[in-house]
């Protein structure tokens, strides 16, 4: 089945813990990229990635590192997180820049 | 950058009922555009798209037309139902970084 999958689906924990959410695509996607939500706000692009070992900063990067190693893979990375990181995250992937994205299940994160 | 524009919510509806909501971009150069539905608790699923101007997108009764003169993506149902309750995102996809720009969302709620 084509799927983005994202883990953990949930995480609490304390500021400054160094944590890091996977997300994997089966589908081949050059394009992926990760977005927050946030009431009233909608989602926002943290950071995209064209290719291996391409990526760049989106629309609200300061905080987040990304690394696009493998084709499949993309995971974001909090150095050090701060409570104003307490959103609910989405990875996304699509075959090339104009298509659809597919969206994994989002990943609900809680920084006290 | 670019921007959405998208009817706030939430929207109350009884079954049966026409539904509209209306979504106006900017975009730089000459987008795709998008509709996704969120259903509670779920990621992004896409509903319908459209990728030149008036193409019009369909799916499972949900309907929007690309207007590029009114630089528009309105979707329209002619007859909801309760399992059409979830929160609608217009997202155009274009720019030098060919990232989706989401709508603030609306909630929609359809009573029976």
């Known amino acids: 089945e084509a799927q983005v999958t994202q883990n953990p689906r949930y995480l609490i924990t304390v500021t400054g813990k160094k944590l890091t959410v996977t997300c994997s695509q089966n589908?081949?996607?050059?394009?992926m990229s990760w977005y927050r939500q946030d009431p009233g706000l909608g989602l926002r692009q943290i950071y995209y990635?064209?290719?291996?070992?391409?990526?760049d900063k989106g629309d609200v990067p300061e905080g987040y590192k990304v690394s696009r190693k493998e084709k499949r893979n993309f995971p974001l990375i909090l150095e050090s997180p701060s409570p104003n990181q307490t959103s609910l995250y989405f990875c996304?992937?699509?075959?090339?820049?104009?298509?659809?994205?597919?969206f994994g299940q989002g990943t609900r994160l809680t920084v006290v | 950058g670019d921007s959405v524009t998208q009817m706030e919510g939430p929207v109350t509806l009884s079954e049966e009922a026409f539904l509209t909501i209306n979504c106006t971009y900017t975009?730089?150069?000459?987008?795709?555009l998008f509709w996704y539905v969120q259903y509670p608790g779920e990621g992004l699923q896409l509903l319908l798209k459209?990728?030149?101007?008036?193409d019009k997108g369909s799916n499972k009764g949900f309907e929007a037309t690309y207007r590029k003169e009114t630089t528009s993506f309105h979707l329209e149902k002619g007859s909801v139902q309760v399992s059409d309750s979830a929160v609608y995102f217009c997202?155009?996809?274009?720019?030098?970084?060919?990232?989706?720009?989401f709508g603030k969302g609306t909630l929609l709620t359809v009573n029976p």
């Open positions: 996304a992937s699509s075959p090339w820049t104009g298509a659809e994205a597919f």
């Open positions: 589908m081949n996607h050059e394009y």
């Open positions: 990635s064209m290719n291996v070992e391409v990526t």
């Open positions: 975009a730089t150069g000459y987008p795709s």
């Open positions: 459209a990728t030149k101007a008036d």
């Open positions: 997202a155009p996809r274009g720019g030098s970084n060919y990232k989706l720009t």
